[in-house]
């Protein structure tokens, strides 16, 4: 995908009951550029925000957040704004549980309401796969249950790839697994998403045949 600096557009009649979205970037500057639009747009409607991001990368997420609009600090005071290091979810203890996360992320969008914020606009930076996994095959399979939860609430989970550290076969796994996708600053239906039934299957059967985790 090639550079863009444009915020984020969304094609007609494109969000359905299923917001679970991949987004492709080749750089930190091209991910906050096109997200801008809908990270100040959240917080302009009274959404939730909740945020998954590197530690290493959290006080420049902040500082991101503070140059496009967002009032940081009253934000976290009142709730609306949550932004977590990936020790808060997938990597407790720096490991991925994917039952324990999968619990976990649900709790988070159910919670939304019960703070008075619907919805949750949902962000996270998918590196942490990257962080000390055995396998990348396991954060794909969990990719594919989030399908099965997304549909029963009024949220949009936005899972952003940075291009330059995933290997072309795991994102092409990341396509699979998103019902709409962000490409180019537009966001469209993903034509290459394979129902959460059938993808599973196809997993754990490679996983069984294989006996590996499938290449980064």
């Avoid at 957040?65 to 720096?94: C, S």
């Avoid at 990257?130 to 990348?136: K, Q, R, S, Y």
């Avoid at 019902?179 to 993808?199: A, S």
Wanted: aromatic letters at 10%; hydrophobic letters at 40%.
């Amino acid at each position: 995908m090639a550079g863009d600096n444009t915020s984020l557009r969304i094609a007609p009649d494109v969000l359905g009951r299923n917001r679970h979205i991949c987004a492709l970037f080749n750089s930190m500057d091209e991910h906050y550029s096109v997200l801008r639009s809908f990270i100040t747009d959240g917080f302009a409607q009274g959404n939730r925000a909740f945020h998954l991001v590197d530690p290493e990368r959290r006080e420049d997420h902040l500082a991101r957040l503070a140059d496009a609009g967002v009032d940081v600090a009253g934000a976290v005071g009142t709730g609306q704004l949550e932004v977590h290091p990936w020790q808060d979810g997938p990597l407790h203890a720096d490991r991925f549980d994917q039952d324990v996360w999968f619990e976990e992320f649900e709790q988070v969008l159910r919670s939304g309401p019960a703070s008075g914020y619907v919805p949750t606009r949902f962000l996270a930076q998918m590196e942490w796969a990257l962080a000390d996994l055995p396998g990348i095959e396991d954060m794909i399979e969990f990719e594919t249950r989030v399908n099965y939860v997304v549909p029963k609430y009024d949220d949009v989970v936005i899972c952003a790839y940075d291009l330059s550290k995933f290997g072309a076969r795991t994102v092409v796994y990341a396509l699979r697994t998103h019902p709409l996708v962000i490409v180019g600053g537009l966001l469209q239906e993903n034509p290459f998403y394979v129902e959460p039934g059938e993808l599973l299957r196809e997993l754990r059967e490679r996983r069984a045949h294989a006996g590996t985790g499938m290449a980064r």
